[in-house]
Nanobody, 118 residues
Framework: QVQLVESGGGLVQAGGSLRLSCAAS????????MGWFRQAPGKERELVAT???????YYVDSVKGRFTISRDNAKNTVYLQMNSLKPEDTAVYYC????????????WGQGTQVTVSS
C-alpha cells in the first residue's frame, strides 16, 4: 500500500509561483507512474501532468511552459513547480500514483488548495 501526502498549496497573486510536493510512503515509489490532477469548484477533475518511473513527462496544454513535474526517488517525492499562475489555475490539486500496467490511478493524496487571485 502507498500513502500520498501533498503540501505546498496556498494563496498567490496572478503571475506568482508555487511548488507542490507529494510525499509517498512505501518502497515501491520509484516504480510508480505519478500524476498531478486538479479539480476546480463545479468542474470535473482534470489531469494536469504525469511523470513515468523513467522521468518521461506529459502536460495538459493549458499548463505547458508554465508547470514542471519532477520526481526524486531517493526522497519518495514528486513535485509540481507552477509558474506564471493564472486565476483559472485555482483548484484543489491532488497527486496520484499507479503501478506499471495499471490503467487507473490506485493511490490518491488528500489534496491541497491552490488559490490564485487576480
Amino acid at each position: 500500500q502507498v500513502q500520498l501526502v501533498e503540501s505546498g498549496g496556498g494563496l498567490v497573486q496572478a503571475g506568482g509561483s508555487l511548488r507542490l510536493s507529494c510525499a509517498a510512503s512505501g518502497r515501491t515509489f520509484s516504480s510508480l507512474y505519478m500524476g498531478w490532477f486538479r479539480q476546480a469548484p463545479g468542474k470535473e477533475r482534470e489531469l494536469v501532468a504525469t511523470i513515468s518511473s523513467g522521468g518521461t513527462t506529459y502536460y495538459v496544454d493549458s499548463v505547458k511552459g508554465r508547470f514542471t513535474i519532477s520526481r526524486d526517488n531517493a526522497k519518495n517525492t514528486v513535485y509540481l513547480q507552477m509558474n506564471s499562475l493564472k486565476p483559472e489555475d485555482t483548484a484543489v490539486y491532488y497527486c496520484a500514483g499507479r503501478a506499471l500496467g495499471r490503467s487507473r490511478y490506485e493511490y490518491w493524496g488528500q489534496g491541497t488548495q491552490v488559490t490564485v487571485s487576480s
